[in-house]
Structure formats: structure tokens, C-alpha cells
T-cell receptor
């Protein structure tokens, strides 16, 4: 079946602009995650959604970052007033449910470049 | 000590050899362990998951877990040039946020024809 999809694949924006990144999880997966991969930093957790539960936003680096998930499916990560340090690959993953037992599958990512 | 440690490499092996990738972790309560393969410019692809001590085999891949020694390894038999990639070790820690994956920085593997 179809995997996790993300759009856009690449985004170049000017410092100070807002950006929206979209993620469509695997059909039937109730858990959705956003991670960020920066050069030399590795993959870091940003936010987690599970069904209709309150999201775990503990990994968001600043209040310029927000995310929502509509109808338990598609998610949007928004970065306001982008800064150069926001440049990274933003990866979305989904799993059957939100537990250590369930494997997470990643989408192709959105490469964000802030100029 | 870092939460998840991997030798950054590069690890270079000849085609047909066994590649051995290692990962150590600091949280004794870690519950699940995953190996992801990441080709340059691509996203991580899940190869193996392992939850209990011992070996788990899938084709040319074997994951090994030793919770007492806090290490997990990945063996790739009959290595192929197409196996050349960065291999990421990830784990879910104990506690209420066990859905979060913590990643190592990866080991770059090069398989030489």
C-alpha cells in the first residue's frame, strides 16, 4: 500500500516568512510523528499525535513551531517567522498505534532551506 | 554518556563480507530497538526491530540485543554495494513517552565491489 507522503519535497523560504509542511500518514495508522534531521545533529523528535488524544509537543524547539492534525489523518507542521537555524529535513512518520511495540515508518521528508 | 552511541565510521567492507554495526545505549529501561537504513539524500527506511534479548534474523540481516550489556548490533551477511548507506540505531525508552524514538547519529557503511 501507499507509504507516508509529505509535501513539498523541498521548500526554500526567506528568513522571517512562515512555512507549512504537510504529512499524510499510512492509511490505518493512528499515530503520527514529526522529527527533524539537521546536519550533524541527528534525528530529533518534535511532536506526536495519537488519535484524538492531546499531542505531545515536548520536542518543539520554540513557540514559532506548531502542528495540527485534522480528522485523525493529515498533519500540518507550521513554522512562523523562520530563522536560518530552522533549515533541516523535516520527517514525518506514522505507526499503527502509539506504543513502543509499533514500528514507525518515515515519509520522504521536506527539505527546508531558510535564506 | 550519550543516550545512543554509534561509531560514525566509515566502516568499509569488501563485497561478500559480513558487516557488523554496533550501538550502545545508556537507559537500562529501553524497551524496543530499531535499525534504519538511510541512503544519502533519502529518508530512513526501517530494516529490523528487536524487542527481546537474543538474535533476530531476516534474510541477510541479523539483529542482536543484549540488554544486560546495553548493546544492540546489526550484522549484514554477504554485503552488497547496494548496502552502502548510513545505518541508524534507534530505541524507545522506558516511561510514559515510550513512543518517542531516540536515534544515534548513525554509522556510514561502504561496501567495496
Amino acid at each position: 500500500g501507499a507509504g507516508v507522503s509529505q509535501s513539498p519535497s523541498n521548500k526554500v523560504t526567506e528568513k522571517g516568512k512562515d512555512v507549512e509542511l504537510r504529512c499524510d500518514p499510512i492509511s490505518g495508522h493512528t499515530a503520527l510523528y514529526w522529527y527533524r534531521q539537521s546536519l550533524g545533529q541527528g534525528l530529533e523528535f518534535l511532536i506526536y499525535f495519537q488519535g484524538n488524544s492531546a499531542p505531545d509537543k515536548s520536542g518543539l524547539p520554540s513557540d514559532r513551531f506548531s502542528a495540527e492534525r485534522t480528522g485523525g489523518s493529515v498533519s500540518t507542521l507550521t513554522i512562523q517567522r523562520t530563522q536560518q537555524e530552522d533549515s533541516a529535513v523535516y520527517l514525518c512518520a506514522s505507526s499503527f498505534s502509539g506504543s513502543f511495540q509499533y514500528e514507525q515508518y518515515f515519509g520522504p521528508g521536506t527539505r527546508l532551506t531558510v535564506t | 554518556q550519550k543516550e545512543v552511541e554509534q561509531n560514525s565510521g566509515p566502516l568499509s567492507v569488501p563485497e561478500g563480507a559480513i558487516a557488523s554495526l554496533n550501538c550502545t545505549y545508556s537507559d537500562r529501561g529501553s524497551q524496543s530497538f530499531f535499525w534504519y537504513r538511510q541512503y544519502s539524500g533519502k529518508s530512513p527506511e526501517l530494516i529490523m526491530s528487536i524487542y527481546s534479548n537474543g538474535d533476530k534474523e531476516d534474510g541477510r540481516f541479523t539483529a542482536q540485543l543484549n540488554k544486560a550489556s546495553q548493546y544492540v548490533s546489526l550484522l549484514i551477511r554477504d554485503s552488497q554495494p547496494s548496502d552502502s548507506a548510513t545505518y541508524l540505531c534507534a530505541l524507545s525508552r522506558s516511561g510514559g513517552s515510550n513512543y518517542k524514538l531516540t536515534f544515534g547519529k548513525g554509522t556510514l557503511l561502504t561496501v567495496n565491489p
